[in-house]
């Protein structure tokens, strides 16, 4: 059954097809440093279920981290995580 935030680890697919994944909030925080996945039209953020996420990142601190609502962008990184979803 699903909790109450998006599972890690989470996936970060940039347009020229670099993943990079975070296994917790700090690790992300301190990669990401400002960054809000609804400015990114370069990239799509999903969590370990394949599930859209919406994640805000300033000045090192985690602002929202959510499943993300509204159209979901069609991504390597969806793909990927429904493919190892099949795997489990």
Do not use: H, Y
């Not at 697919?13 to 917790?24: A, L, P, R, S």
């Not at 499943?67 to 795997?87: I, N, Y």
Request: charged share 30%; hydrophobic share 40%.
């Amino acid at each position: 059954m699903t909790g109450l935030s998006p599972r890690f680890p989470i996936s970060v697919t940039w347009d020229d097809g670099d993943i990079w994944e975070f296994n917790d909030l700090r690790q992300a925080a301190n990669t990401l440093e400002f960054f809000d996945s609804n400015d990114k039209a370069s990239a799509t953020v999903v969590d370990a279920d394949g599930r859209p996420v919406r994640i805000v990142v300033q000045e090192l601190e985690i602002l929202k981290f959510a499943w993300k609502t509204g159209p979901v962008k069609d991504s390597l990184a969806s793909k990927r995580c429904a493919s190892l979803g099949d795997a489990r």
